[in-house]
């Protein structure tokens, strides 16, 4: 009995462990996603175009940089494992490279712009170096599908608790540390949450093992015709990205949405007993809330997935999205039509919770399918190209949200805090659509997408039977 109970909490604290590693890369991710935009046009001075840019050709670099750390780690071998020891040696330098991003130097525009550039691929190669070997760890903790749904739920809430933290508090950081509208309070606010990260990367160490051993016995190059050959690798890369760019879409907006459409000194009002009470309508609060509810979502993605499968679940969540997305479109900007925004915003992020540990164990099956059908345990390879739709998702949404607005004549000029000066009706219009329409069509086109994914429930317990034989064989 007592054993039992052992076993019980290593598990536990395991779970907890690794949750504990995307509870650090969440902060970093979620402030890039949904701040960065704006800090690059707002606060460190550059246009919306050249920030746009920004965004996007440093992906060029990830499309190589996030395979080579895929194949570095499926081909480290280590007393600690093959994946976890890049969490203890990059997490300095990820704390260090997140500052650096958010360090605002007093130069001339030029100058300034090589800064950017420089900071942010290296902030990329950095993040590349920690969460790609982080992420194929699922696919070496366990053998089992359903437990590796467990472990991926545990990483997504804990992810989601950390983003929450990160965005409530962000703006009330930058406030308290120089000031919102000041390169000085974005700043130390990063520095806060840098600590933070590199803490708990640490703690993800300490906790967490890897079970199986699992060795690359063929080439670099026959990895690569695997993957290329792999045609559920295919399908999931582009259901994934499609997840990542409605994430995106939606959380670089939310910050212009509120300078811009939100009134200044908006807020929420309700009575509580013989109470009122009367909370500020901010960005921060919209997103922080999102996050609690993203929570929600994950803990209710085992039971769902289990009742339904990965794939109906996908389809299912991705429709509910498109409906909701769509609905927000039409809330009139009132109090009544802010406690909506914010109702949609709590039902599209449980969703979206549902969403990514679903994504995450649907790699690990890739995972298994391409070592039961290539003989190749290329875990790693296989989980960068995940860190790549999650960058690309994330560019492109950044950058078409921001090119998108220049096109529809959005002035970043005006959009600061307390500013009398409206936006053009046609950038207003580009952000409600950026906030409704856009996204709802993102999540169509994942639905037709992953309606072509074969590996359903059945066909994944084959693949674990035959996996279980294929790894005895090797011992």
Same mark, same amino acid.
């Given at each position: ?49 050249? &920030?746009?840019?920004? %965004? ?222 009367? %909370? ?7 997103? &922080? /809330? ?49 406690? %909506? ?12 919770? /549902? ?121």
């Amino acid at each position: 009995m007592r054993k039992c109970e052992n076993v019980k909490m290593s598990k536990l604290s395991r779970h907890i462990g690794y949750g504990f590693g995307d509870m650090s890369s969440s902060m970093f991710w979620k402030v890039f996603s949904y701040y960065l935009p704006f800090f690059y046009s707002n606060i460190f001075g550059l246009s919306l175009k050249d &920030a746009g840019i920004i %965004l996007l050709v440093t992906r060029i670099w990830d499309a190589v940089s996030d395979p080579m750390m895929g194949i570095l780690a499926d081909r480290t071998q280590t007393r600690w494992g093959k994946y976890r020891p890049y969490l203890l040696f990059v997490a300095p330098l990820f704390s260090i490279a997140g500052i650096l991003l958010f360090t605002t130097p007093d130069w001339g525009y030029t100058a300034k712009l090589v800064w950017a550039y420089a900071t942010y691929i290296l902030m990329m190669t950095v993040y590349t170096g920690i969460n790609v070997p982080y992420g194929a760890m699922l696919g070496v903790m366990t053998a089992d599908s359903q437990e590796k749904t467990v472990y991926s739920s545990f990483r997504m809430f804990f992810a989601y608790g950390g983003s929450f933290l990160a965005l409530f508090l962000w703006e009330p950081l930058c406030n308290a540390l120089g000031g919102y509208n000041t390169p000085q309070g974005w700043f130390w606010a990063m520095v806060v949450i840098a600590a933070a990260c590199f803490v708990l990367f640490i703690c993800c160490f300490l906790l967490t093992k890897e079970e199986l051993k699992t060795v690359s016995t063929v080439s670099i190059g026959s990895d690569f015709k695997a993957l290329l050959s792999n045609k559920p690798w295919w399908i999931l890369i582009g259901a994934a990205l499609c997840f990542n760019l409605f994430c995106t879409v939606r959380g670089a907006t939310v910050a212009y949405y509120f300078a811009d459409i939100i009134p200044a000194g908006a807020v929420l009002s309700f009575r509580l007993l013989t109470f009122d009470f009367r %909370l500020i309508f901010y960005a921060g609060l919209f997103l &922080a /809330v999102g996050e609690v509810s993203n929570m929600i979502g994950v803990a209710l993605c085992v039971p769902i997935a289990a009742r339904f499968g990965k794939k109906t679940t996908f389809i299912a969540v991705n429709i509910a999205l498109c409906v909701l997305s769509v609905l927000f479109f039409f809330i009139p900007v009132s109090q009544t039509g802010f406690w %909506l925004m914010l109702l949609a915003q709590i039902l599209i992020s449980m969703l979206t919770g /549902v969403m990514s540990p679903l994504v995450w164990s649907m790699y690990a099956d890739v995972s298994d399918y391409a070592e039961q059908k290539y003989k190749t345990a290329s875990t790693g390879l296989i989980f960068s190209s995940s860190s790549m739709a999650q960058k690309f998702g994330g560019a492109i949404g950044g950058s078409a949200a921001l090119w998108l607005l220049a096109a529809c004549g959005y002035n970043s000029q005006l959009s600061i805090v307390n500013s009398q000066l409206p936006q053009p009706d046609s950038a207003l219009l580009c952000l409600r659509c950026l906030m409704s329409f856009i996204p709802a069509a993102v999540s169509i086109i994942a639905v037709l997408v992953v309606s072509f994914y074969p590996l359903t429930t059945a066909k994944m317990a084959e693949i674990d039977a035959q996996l279980k034989i294929q790894r005895n064989e090797k011992m």
